[in-house]
């Protein structure tokens, strides 16, 4: 069943940093940027400084396909919605959490 959720930008950092995974499906919609793809990795924040949250996606396109790396804590504000599928089966729309920030 999907599972759709409103989230404020830092309940979205913290969902990131909890719930994602390698090998999860993860679209960020943000500004005018969609980035569809699967997750790769995950930098947690720096100790000291508590930026950077960076997560790692292959991006999957039929015209680009390649390596990002997009810090969180820079776009929270920016963040439009995120489609996260645990496990990173893209064909199990079961399991399809839709996260919409809330402004």
Known sequence: M???IILSPDEI???VRTEVNEDDIFELSY???FAPGVVLGITPEDEETGEGLRIGL???GK???DFVEIDLHKLKDE???IRHIPGGDPDDLDNLIIIEASM
């Open 58 to 60: 292959q991006l999957t």
């Open 79 to 81: 963040i439009l919605e």
């Open 2 to 4: 999907v599972k759709e």
């Open 13 to 15: 950092i913290e969902y």
């Open 63 to 65: 015209i680009l396909s």
């Open 31 to 33: 500004n005018r940027v």
